[in-house]
């Protein structure tokens, strides 16, 4: 009887063990490849991982950031009102029977503004001429009866006291006549105001009276103001005003709201008061803008210098405005481009102050329609002073 036949282990296991680990491997290898090329697109092709690629250079003109001694200014509101305005009124207590003008009127020095019923000031003209007749006629029998009792002193008939009493009955005539007479004087002249008049050439700025109104004494009727002439009227805080040493005869620069655009005009300060109102601590200063063609009421502004500072200016080129900031190109010192956010102040013609961001002497590129990438190398012409 033959033995048994030895039993040997199956091979197939093996073999499928071997072909899934070199499956295993071919699949790495794949996957490495692939991230390795995206690392290289990633990366720009040509460069290592983790390294930028180098920006463009960027070819600009350069100048400096200047530090300059500049007037120190302040800016004073005020409001503009006419070289000449009168509210006009008249003493006559009556009804107003004509009104012949209306507001913006042109009216010539003299013209009818305002017409009063004249009867009541006649009606006083004619007592004041009544009681200076009066007075006129006690003054000629005091005067007889002086001159006879000085012919009868002479004689002997006529005492002493009886002269003085006389002379005493005469000056009291003689003063009585003198005052009817400025009474007269005084009730024609009321009288003459039943007719208000224009007191100068201008135009008419308001009017407050209709007819059938009662006119009053003091009580405003009319106001006219003059068509040439136009002054500034500013309030100065008082430190102003002692550092400014401002006074009249000072020179300023007036901006007008009513013409936008327009030059600055030449503004001389013809009034001042004399001391500061104790409430608001400040002193009104009215400033001659003779030249301006502008309504009252309109508001205006001067410059006021008060001394002296300083400040860093750029020009006005190399200021590039980008997402609501202001922004300049700065060249280091290795010669790169670096953008900084500034804060500007006033302009002055090309060149435009920086409160903040620069400290002066620094170079930047000007003329530029954007900023370049940061870091960039800074390619052009040897740098210049601003301009002056």
């Known amino acids: 009887m033959s033995a048994p036949d030895t039993l040997l282990p199956d091979p197939t296991p093996q073999k499928s063990t071997e072909a899934r680990m070199t499956s295993r491997k071919t699949v790495s290898l794949v996957t490495l490849t692939v991230a390795g090329a995206l690392a290289l ?7 290592k991982a983790g390294e930028l690629p180098t920006p463009d250079p960027v070819s600009a003109s350069l100048a400096k950031a200047e530090s300059r001694e500049l007037p120190q200014r302040i800016e004073l509101s005020g409001t503009v009102e006419a070289g000449k ?46 009681a200076l007749a009066q007075a006129k006629a006690g003054f000629a029998l005091a005067e007889r009866n002086y001159q006879r009792f000085q012919a009868l002193q002479k004689s002997g008939s006529a005492s002493e006291l009886e002269l003085d009493m006389a002379r005493m009955q005469y000056e009291q005539a003689k003063g009585a006549v003198e005052q009817a007479t400025g009474a007269v004087g005084a009730a024609s002249s009321v009288a003459k105001e039943s007719r208000v008049v224009a007191p100068f050439a201008g135009r008419v700025a308001k009017k407050m009276v209709e007819p059938g109104d009662l006119a009053a004494p003091g009580r405003p009727l009319v106001m006219i103001e003059s068509t040439a002439g136009r002054r500034l009227v500013l309030s100065v805080p008082e430190s102003i005003v002692a550092a400014s040493k401002l006074a009249v005869g000072t020179t300023l620069l007036v901006t007008l709201d009513a013409t936008p655009g327009a030059k600055p005009l030449p503004g001389r300060v013809v009034e001042m008061s004399p001391g500061a109102d104790p409430a608001s601590h400040s002193f009104t200063a009215k400033v001659d803008v003779g030249g301006a063609l502008v309504p009252t009421g309109v508001s205006g502004r001067a410059v006021l210098e008060t001394g002296r500072r300083t400040a860093v200016v750029v020009p006005a080129s190399s200021v590039l405005a980008q997402g609501g900031m202001s922004l300049v190109v700065v060249k280091d010192e290795q010669g790169k481009a670096r953008t900084r956010a500034v804060t500007l102040g006033s302009r002055d013609g090309d060149v435009v102050e920086v409160l903040s961001g620069l400290k002066g002497g620094e170079e930047l ?24």
Do not use: N
């Open 41 to 47: 697109t990633a990366c720009g092709g040509g460069h």
């Open 365 to 388: 590129l000007v003329g530029l329609s954007a900023a370049p990438a940061d870091g960039a190398e800074v390619r052009g012409p040897a740098s210049g002073e601003v301009k002056k």
């Open 85 to 130: 305005s009168a509210m006009v009124s008249s003493r006559v207590m009556a009804s107003v029977v004509a009104v012949p003008v209306k507001e913006g009127d042109l009216v010539a020095q003299g013209q009818l503004l305002v017409e009063i019923d004249p009867a009541t000031a006649q009606g006083q003209e004619s007592q004041a001429r009544g």
